[in-house]
């Protein structure tokens, strides 16, 4: 029931070779989708490259890398006939974003380059196109299930017409709750970070390029490597309330004031603005609190613990001294962000986390530990560990979560179903003898 994955096991395969084990193929074309093409040697690449990246020989199943590119060709001539148009930093951005995934497993850009036997500049060349047809194709994939969902009812029909060796075994899971103590900056620590990035804000008023501001100042290292950009169009939804509030007031070129949000202290620049969605840049300077601060911060997480081993409630106590907005008003109760339930498999866990909890009983509480927020801040935080669910058959009533999704990926399978079987009625599809001839494949390609 798994939706076709454009990118495959590993995000940086995408279909050049790489310098070690370069295949002698004798090539021949396997399959035309519309005006796009498909060489054997596309596919025996892509399992080389697999390989290399460390899948494991049941994963690589050529029959299905075949479909899966067949699959992504009608995307990339749906979008096309669409005029799907994709703008250069949108692919800069990916193709930043995947070496970047490779230097961080690998450690350096010449680990890349030697892996590939090409210089950084000639790897991007090489990638652009590619990197280009699966932002489009991917751009099609969304309109076809974007907007699938599920309901209740059809979540319990799925489940019951589940043959009983279908149904998902459940690894341990624990469920737990948090409250936090953020060190509070002081006044002269706040005025100092201000002060700072109002002098960046005048540079660039000034006429110094944000971009390069961005490089050298942003705390934010992801969108600082793009010059400040803040991926290709964003809609308000995607953005925190404060920020999208002042980013949105802007005209085009125009930069903000500085905007304070959970993450930090930002200025905005406006790109360009199209009906709902924005191309933005920004800058960020995240507070660093100094050790005294860090200290206080400390002192006030023991008082609250003091607390909670007396008489005080923990979801009480969650509400009144908790400095997470998303948790405080839920007993400290953290969410599982992929799943939205409260529950989480061990290798989901952050590891000082999972350290904290994994030998308490249910019920019980940790001392505070200092740690980390998701804006890379040093906090404090106390765990309660709520539940320990053994390893177990999913149910409807434990599990809804993981059923509900089980079930819309079905439901998004078959839509997907749909529209290439329609979608052959229109395009002209050639698929030459070959030896993927005799693959039994998910969907039936009509060969024309």
Same mark, same amino acid.
């Given at each position: 029931?798994?939706?076709?994955?454009?990118?495959?096991?590993?995000?940086?395969?995408?279909?050049?070779?790489?310098?070690?084990?370069?295949?002698?193929? +004798?090539?021949?074309?396997?399959?035309?989708?519309?005006?796009?093409?498909?060489?054997?040697?596309?596919?025996?690449?892509?399992?080389?490259?697999?390989?290399?990246?460390?899948?494991?020989?049941?994963?690589?199943?050529?029959?299905?890398?075949?479909?899966?590119?067949?699959?992504?060709? +009608?995307?990339?001539?749906?979008?096309?006939?669409?005029?799907?148009?994709?703008?250069?930093?949108?692919?800069?951005? /990916?193709?930043?974003?995947?070496?970047?995934?490779?230097?961080?497993?690998?450690?350096?850009?010449?680990?890349?380059?030697?892996?590939?036997?090409?210089?950084?500049?000639?790897?991007?060349? /090489?990638?652009?196109?590619?990197?280009?047809?699966?932002?489009?194709?991917?751009?099609?994939?969304? @309109?076809?299930?974007?907007?699938?969902?599920?309901?209740?009812?059809?979540?319990?029909?799925?489940?019951?017409?589940?043959?009983?060796?279908?149904?998902?075994?459940?690894?341990?899971?624990?469920?737990?709750?948090?409250?936090?103590?953020?060190?509070?900056?002081?006044?002269? /620590?706040?005025?100092?970070?201000? =002060?700072?990035?109002?002098?960046?804000?005048?540079?660039?008023?000034?006429?110094?390029?944000?971009?390069?501001?961005?490089?050298?100042?942003?705390?934010?290292?992801?969108?600082?490597?793009?010059?400040?950009?803040?991926?290709?169009?964003?809609?308000?939804?995607?953005?925190?309330?404060?920020?999208?509030?002042?980013?949105?007031?802007?005209?085009?070129?125009?930069?903000?004031?500085?905007?304070?949000?959970?993450? @930090?202290?930002?200025?905005?620049?406006?790109?360009?603005?199209?009906?709902?969605?924005?191309?933005?840049?920004?800058?960020?300077?995240?507070? =660093?609190?100094?050790?005294?601060?860090?200290?206080?911060?400390?002192?006030?997480?023991?008082?609250?613990?003091?607390?909670?081993?007396?008489?005080?409630?923990? /979801?009480?106590?969650?509400?009144?001294?908790?400095?997470?907005?998303?948790?405080?008003?839920?007993?400290?109760?953290?969410?599982?962000?992929?799943?939205?339930?409260?529950?989480?498999?061990?290798?989901?866990?952050?590891?000082?986390?999972?350290?904290?909890?994994?030998?308490?009983?249910?019920?019980?509480?940790?001392?505070?530990?200092?740690?980390?927020?998701?804006?890379?801040?040093?906090?404090?935080?106390?765990?309660?560990?709520?539940?320990?669910?053994?390893?177990?058959?999913?149910?409807?009533?434990?599990?809804?979560?993981?059923? =509900?999704?089980?079930?819309?990926?079905?439901?998004?399978?078959?839509?997907?179903?749909?529209?290439?079987?329609?979608?052959?009625?229109?395009?002209?599809?050639?698929?030459?003898?070959?030896?993927?001839?005799?693959?039994?494949?998910?969907?039936?390609?009509?060969?024309?």
């Amino acid at each position: 029931m798994k939706l076709y994955k454009l990118l495959y096991v590993c995000a940086l395969c995408i279909g050049i070779t790489a310098h070690a084990q370069t295949p002698i193929v +004798l090539d021949q074309i396997v399959a035309v989708i519309g005006d796009e093409m498909i060489k054997q040697s596309d596919i025996e690449n892509q399992a080389i490259q697999m390989k290399q990246f460390g899948a494991k020989d049941n994963e690589i199943v050529p029959c299905k890398l075949f479909e899966d590119m067949l699959f992504q060709k +009608l995307l990339v001539h749906q979008a096309r006939i669409d005029s799907i148009a994709v703008s250069d930093s949108e692919v800069d951005g /990916e193709i930043n974003r995947r070496i970047d995934m490779f230097v961080g497993e690998a450690g350096s850009i010449q680990k890349l380059e030697t892996f590939y036997g090409k210089s950084e500049l000639e790897i991007k060349t /090489e990638w652009r196109p590619l990197i280009k047809e699966q932002i489009m194709a991917q751009r099609v994939q969304s @309109g076809i299930v974007g907007s699938i969902e599920v309901s209740p009812n059809e979540i319990r029909k799925f489940f019951t017409a589940l043959n009983p060796d279908s149904i998902p075994l459940i690894p341990l899971q624990y469920e737990y709750a948090q409250i936090v103590i953020k060190p509070k900056l002081s006044e002269t /620590e706040e005025a100092e970070i201000k =002060k700072k990035l109002e002098e960046i804000r005048q540079r660039a008023l000034k006429g110094e390029n944000f971009s390069k501001l961005a490089v050298l100042y942003s705390d934010d290292t992801e969108s600082a490597k793009m010059g400040g950009l803040l991926g290709d169009y964003i809609s308000r939804g995607e953005l925190v309330p404060e920020f999208a509030a002042a980013a949105f007031r802007l005209k085009e070129g125009e930069i903000s004031r500085i905007v304070k949000t959970n993450y @930090g202290y930002h200025i905005i620049q406006m790109i360009e603005l199209k009906g709902e969605k924005a191309k933005l840049k920004h800058i960020l300077l995240r507070p =660093k609190p100094s050790m005294k601060t860090i200290q206080q911060a400390g002192k006030k997480a023991d008082s609250v613990y003091a607390l909670l081993r007396d008489t005080l409630k923990f /979801e009480r106590a969650a509400l009144l001294y908790s400095s997470d907005e998303k948790t405080k008003n839920n007993a400290g109760k953290y969410i599982n962000p992929y799943t939205n339930s409260s529950k989480f498999e061990a290798q989901m866990i952050e590891p000082t986390v999972l350290h904290s909890i994994k030998n308490l009983q249910p019920g019980a509480i940790t001392q505070p530990v200092l740690t980390y927020d998701e804006t890379g801040m040093q906090v404090y935080k106390i765990f309660k560990l709520i539940s320990v669910t053994p390893e177990h058959k999913a149910t409807l009533l434990d599990d809804y979560q993981t059923i =509900k999704e089980m079930a819309l990926q079905e439901k998004k399978q078959k839509a997907i179903s749909q529209w290439i079987s329609n979608k052959q009625e229109s395009t002209y599809i050639s698929l030459p003898d070959s030896k993927y001839s005799t693959c039994a494949f998910k969907h039936v390609w009509k060969n024309k």
